[in-house]
């Protein structure tokens, strides 16, 4: 890394104001999800809108299983990534992360390996909601550097149309509660439709 990169990545530590807001953002994604699925019985979690369409329990199941990735692969990847770009506009890239991933204006299919494949039950994937929101907190918490390293994110290339393909380790935890926030709304989608079970 050259010196003005290196310049450049050190005058991007996150701002209070940066680490307020994903703070902020991870209460209000995570409140919404469990708020959308508290108090579901089984046929209203197994419900399918569609045989082409996921239940809740496939919705949330989905939802952790892209938290967990994040918080492991994607994480293990980022301590030995090489650095943004030096032209890297990081204030952009968070301004899609947060508003444009959490609409379901354009719908991109989920790859195969993150498909809903029954892992856990709907209390496993709850528990499992609120302590992937802890870890998430503390690792912005504790990690000095999350505007130092940075990879390739094809969510991002997809929602920009390759006009940003770069993200830092403080736009991926972004981006777990923007997806978080993104399917929260396909599951209020379920809920609003007109065969979803009265209980």
């Known amino acids: 890394m050259n010196s003005n990169a290196s310049a450049a990545v050190a005058d991007q530590t996150?701002?209070?104001?940066?680490?307020?807001?994903?703070?902020?953002?991870?209460?209000?994604?995570?409140?919404?999800?469990?708020?959308?699925?508290?108090?579901?019985?089984?046929?209203?979690?197994?419900?399918?809108?569609?045989?082409?369409?996921?239940?809740?329990?496939?919705?949330?199941?989905?939802?952790?299983?892209?938290?967990?990735?994040?918080?492991?692969?994607?994480?293990?990847?980022?301590?030995?990534?090489?650095?943004?770009?030096a032209d890297y506009d990081y204030k952009q890239v968070d301004a899609i992360v947060i508003h444009q991933f959490p609409t379901r204006f354009a719908k991109f299919p989920s790859p195969e390996f993150a498909q809903p494949a029954g892992r856990w039950t709907p209390s496993e994937m709850v528990e499992r909601l609120i302590v992937n929101y802890d870890r998430l907190a503390i690792v912005l918490e504790s990690t000095p550097d999350l505007r130092g390293r940075a990879l390739e994110a094809r969510p991002l290339k997809a929602v920009s149309q390759d006009k940003y393909q770069w993200m830092d380790g403080y736009q991926w935890l972004l981006t777990a509660a923007a997806h978080t926030e993104r399917h929260t709304k396909q599951i209020l989608e379920v809920k609003a439709g007109a065969d979803f079970p009265n209980n």
């Open 14 to 85: 996150l701002t209070a104001s940066e680490l307020e807001q994903a703070r902020l953002y991870f209460q209000q994604t995570r409140d919404g999800a469990l708020g959308a699925v508290k108090g579901l019985s089984p046929a209203q979690w197994n419900f399918k809108p569609a045989a082409d369409r996921w239940s809740i329990a496939e919705v949330l199941e989905h939802v952790v299983f892209v938290q967990e990735r994040v918080l492991g692969p994607i994480w293990e990847q980022l301590a030995t990534a090489p650095p943004p770009p």
